[in-house]
């Protein structure tokens, strides 16, 4: 080795350069780390406000659903309270319906109070006053004009103040029509504006840089956390919530300028469910912002510290496994109980089903044993009373003709409430004769011509598993009428290497990818359920503007069948 090599190296300015070069690094290394640092904290920290947006959005959404699905049986448990009678008989009934509605508002946070009003805005009993003041009247107010339309279900008020007590409320209207299907009032439920605000609060943690409300299509806002609204006012025109209204898709969480305050939000808005409702949830980008520069400070220390650049590097690799690795085992943690939690509700659901069928089977046998024989007695004694009726009392026999003729038509009756309930070809004929029969009662109500295809040999299985098959063509024929559009269908069911296999396909206007996505309809989620519980599988194919195509399939037990069928089977209206 040449002693004077080191000597030569120094002054050719090797190690100069290579000093400038660590001392460069020393200074451009911290800033570069810190840069990167800060872009993928603040780059995290959006991602966690929009997931933070997105799930507080839905859990509003979730829970204004729950509180709407209630209220609506509040007003179903109203309705079977005040029967079919007319206003006189109503009002003639007020203390005991008084009573009854006061113990069912009693019971449900949300209510403030529930009125039973007639055609002309006037009440007729309440669950808050007794007796009701009979100059009191709500025909000026516009959401009882609205229910009074044809085509109006449940109607929604804007925020209203009691002239009293000032205090806030909201109305759930529902329409009520008399015996001749005219406009017979209205079935009110006053909701409480604070009992969605303080859930709010909860959800948002009493954050004040998140805004969660409640608005109808109209954009006025029903109800708001943090501050409530005035009466009246209107979302501004950057909010989600407006394209929603207008009939566009609903979009992700994005970042909108408010006209009102001219501050940026991460904003997301959701209808809620079949009502003409909506959740808008925002959240401050200032505070976002903020909650960022709180984070950083420690991480810019460190990298302005030129002697622990590499010590920082590995400090925050290390921070940055920790992380991840925390939120690995975080996402394991949630889905292993949102998996836990699907199961339980697909099992509750199952049993539920189960339950119910059990119920229309019980229901049915009643009606059958019971109400058969009574009307077959009954028709028996009138066609007597008839006989005897043309010598003696020859002007009462029209009368009676009538009389024998509502018997068998309540007879008829009966037979559809007990096929609705459970069919009884699917009973004593087995799944071909009750899909035959229903398919042509169908198509024959309908006037939509459907092409059933059946196996040669029809497979054996199960009572229960005939049946889940039945509701799968049943609910799917349903939806066809409901919502398809279509021009033809067809039913076939095949049996493939020890499976059951039922489909229904229609020509008609398809579900769009979205929807199919993500399913809100308690028809699809219904004959999910039903399939699962005997091991099967389902499925359904769609697409806008292609028509829909359900499949379900379920193992089948080997066992011989005698009856042979015919192979295509065509039903036309």
């Known amino acids: 080795m040449n002693p004077l090599a080191p000597i030569r190296r120094l002054n050719d300015g090797s190690a100069q350069r290579g000093l400038r070069i660590l001392m460069a690094a020393s200074v451009l290394l911290p800033l570069l780390i810190l840069v990167v ?29 729950k509180v709407f699905e209630t209220n609506e049986i509040i007003l179903r448990r109203v309705r079977d309270l005040i029967g079919t009678g007319n206003d006189a008989a109503v009002r003639a009934r007020e203390e005991n319906i008084h009573a009854k509605l006061r113990d069912i508002a009693q019971g449900v946070p949300q209510v403030q109070a529930i009125w039973i009003w007639n055609a002309e805005g006037r009440p007729l009993a309440s669950s808050g006053i007794y007796p009701v003041p009979a100059a009191l009247s ?57 009992y969605f605000a303080a859930f709010y609060e909860e959800v948002a943690a009493r954050d004040p840089a998140m805004t969660i409300a409640l608005a109808r299509p109209d954009a006025s806002v029903i109800t708001r956390f943090p501050d409530a609204p005035a009466p009246g006012i209107r979302v501004g025109s950057h909010d989600p919530l407006i394209p929603l209204i207008e009939g566009e898709a609903a979009t992700a969480v994005s970042l909108a300028t408010s006209p009102e305050d001219g501050k940026r939000r991460y904003v997301m808005a959701q209808r809620v469910g079949k009502y003409p409702l909506f959740v808008s949830v925002g959240l401050l980008r ?44 975080q996402w394991q943690a949630e889905a292993t109980r949102r998996a836990a939690a699907e199961r339980a509700l697909s099992h509750l659901s199952q049993h539920l089903i189960r339950l119910s069928e059990v119920e229309k089977a019980k229901l049915a046998a009643e009606l059958h044993d019971e ?18 009726l043309r010598t003696k009392a020859p002007e009462l026999v029209e009368r009676q003709n009538q009389a024998l003729k509502l018997v068998q038509e309540t007879a008829v009756l ?14 004593h004929l087995g799944l071909d004769a009750a899909l035959r029969d229903h398919v042509a009662q169908w198509s024959k109500k309908t006037g939509i011509p459907v ?12 009572d229960d598993a005939a049946l889940a098959l039945f509701r799968v063509v049943q609910e799917s024929l349903t939806n066809v009428a409901n919502y398809a559009d279509a021009r033809a269908v067809s039913v ?35 004959m999910q ?34 009856i042979l069928r015919p192979n295509v089977a065509t039903a036309h209206a």
């Open 451 to 462: 092409e059933l295809s059946l196996p040669d040999r029809m497979p054996v299985i199960t």
């Open 492 to 526: 076939a069911v095949a049996e493939h290497t020890e499976r059951v296999t039922v489909e229904v396909a229609d020509d008609g206007v398809g579900i769009a990818p979205e929807i199919l996505a993500h399913p809100t309809s308690h028809g699809i989620t219904g």
């Open 37 to 65: 640092v800060a872009w993928h904290d603040y780059d995290e920290m959006v991602v966690r406000s929009s997931e933070r947006v997105e799930r507080t959005t839905r859990i509003a959404r979730e829970h204004a659903l």
């Open 286 to 329: 200032s505070a976002v912002v903020d909650a960022w520069i709180g984070k950083l400070w420690l991480p810019a220390a460190a990298a302005f510290t030129a002697g622990l650049a590499l010590l920082l590097l590995a400090t925050l690799t290390l921070q940055k496994t920790r992380r991840e690795q925390a939120a690995v085992a």
């Open 529 to 562: 359920q039903r399939i699962a519980q005997f091991g099967g599988t389902f499925e359904v194919r769609s697409a806008s503007g292609s028509g829909t195509r359900i499949m379900a399939s379920i193992p089948s037990r080997t066992a011989p069948a005698a």
């Open 414 to 427: 009966k037979r559809r409430i007990i096929d609705g309930l459970r069919p009884m070809l699917l009973q």
């Open 371 to 388: 109400l058969g024989g009574a009307l077959s007695a009954m028709a028996l004694d009138l066609t007597w009373v008839l006989e005897r």
């Open 138 to 194: 709500i025909a000026d107010r516009d959401d009882f004009r609205d229910v009074q339309l044809p085509s109006a279900r449940l109607v929604f008020s804007d925020t209203l103040r009691g002239p009293a007590s000032e205090r806030a409320y909201f109305i759930m209207n529902e329409r009520r029509d008399d015996s001749n299907g005219r406009f017979g009032g209205a079935i009110t439920i006053a909701l409480s504006p604070e």
